[in-house]
Every structure is written in C-alpha cells, then in structure tokens.
C-alpha cells in the first residue's frame, strides 16, 4: 500500500504539476518559442524559423536538400553511406542541378563557383532552416536574376543582416524562410 502511495504521488507531480508548471514559466518567459516560433507575413503564419520548407522558385533561396521531403514527421536523413552508391548518384545529381542553376560553364572559375557541400547533402533532421553564408551567397546570381530592382550588392547586403549567428566557433547562417520572407517584401516577383 505504502508503494502505490508513493507510485501515485510521483505519478502526480512528474505528470500534472511538473509538465503544468514547465508550461507556465515557457508561456510567461519565452511566448514565441514556446509556441514553436511561428513566422508571420502579411499578418499569417507561414511556417516555423525551425522547420525548413522547400522553395523552388528562382527567386528564392533554396534550403538544404531534405531526404524526407521536408516533412518534420519523422525527421531524420537518409542514413546513405559515404559509400553508397545510391548517395553518389544523389549527390551527382544535385550538383547537376546546381551547376546548371547558377550557369556554372567549363569556363567558370571552379575554386570560386564549387558547389557548398550543405547544398548537396541533406542535413541530419531532413528540414534543417539554415543555410551557411556562404551557400546564400553562392545562390546570390540567380536570385537576382529573377527579382526586379535587385543587385548582388543590395542582396549581400540584406544576407549579411540577417546572419544569426556571429560566433568566432561556428560558421555564420542564415534562416531560409526568414530571407525569402524579407525579398518578397521589399522585391516581389512579377509573374
């Protein structure tokens, strides 16, 4: 009897009060967050600042490849070998694409035009929301391209704002939807 005693006590703390009060000090102190950071545009929920979605457009920026479709149920990635073939063919391909995205030529300077490889790999969750400065700016041309009134200047300038990271450890990042988000605010494609 002592036992069930102790067993519904804990049963009551660790599954009403403790989740019930977590809940609260989330709510109170961290409201967007605990709420799934939420993007808004025009007023509407777009999406999560956590969760990738797909672009596909030319005058977007394009996340990571995702391996489960940027679905968030269940993230995981491709669990490919390095030395599958089936990896190899992927990544073959997505370079393709890339390559002929940016009108990467036999002339082309390589070193400068080679493909990020955040660009050709799908992350580990399969929706991750960043992309490296270095992948955005490597996608910078033919956004342009494809958004009236924009220059590469103006929209370096814009990626360079937005960096979320400044940190001397980890590489500078971007949030995809986040940039989108700002291009079609301030330069909408006209179709």
Same mark, same amino acid.
């Given at each position: ?12 703390? /660790? ?7 977590? /809940? ?28 990738? *979605? ?16 940027? +679905? ?10 390095? /030395?599958? +073939? ?21 002339? /082309?300077?390589? +070193? ?26 490597? *996608? ?37 939807? +986040? ?5 079609? *605010? ?6």
């Amino acid at each position: 009897m002592k036992n069930l005693k102790i067993y519904l006590y804990l049963f009551i703390i /660790t599954g009403f009060f403790y989740p019930l009060i977590i /809940t609260l000090i989330g709510q109170l102190a961290l409201p967007y967050k605990a709420n799934g950071s939420f993007v808004l545009s025009n007023k509407k929920v777009v999406g999560s600042e956590l969760i990738a *979605q797909k672009f596909e457009k030319k005058g977007y920026f394009w996340p990571r490849p995702s391996s489960i479709n940027y +679905k968030p149920l269940p993230s995981s990635g491709s669990n490919l070998a390095p /030395t599958s +073939k089936e990896l190899k063919s992927l990544v073959e391909a997505r370079r393709k694409k890339w390559t002929e995205e940016v009108n990467i030529t036999p002339f /082309t300077n390589k +070193k400068f035009y080679k493909v990020p490889a955040e660009l050709l790999y799908a992350s580990g969750s399969g929706i991750d929301p960043h992309i490296s400065i270095r992948a955005a700016f490597f *996608q910078m041309a033919r956004i342009v391209k494809a958004r009236p009134g924009l220059d590469e200047v103006i929209l370096k300038k814009i990626i360079v704002e937005n960096i979320e990271v400044k940190h001397f450890v980890l590489d500078p990042y971007v949030n995809v939807l +986040k940039l989108n988000i700002l291009l079609d *605010q301030r330069y909408p494609i006209h179709e």
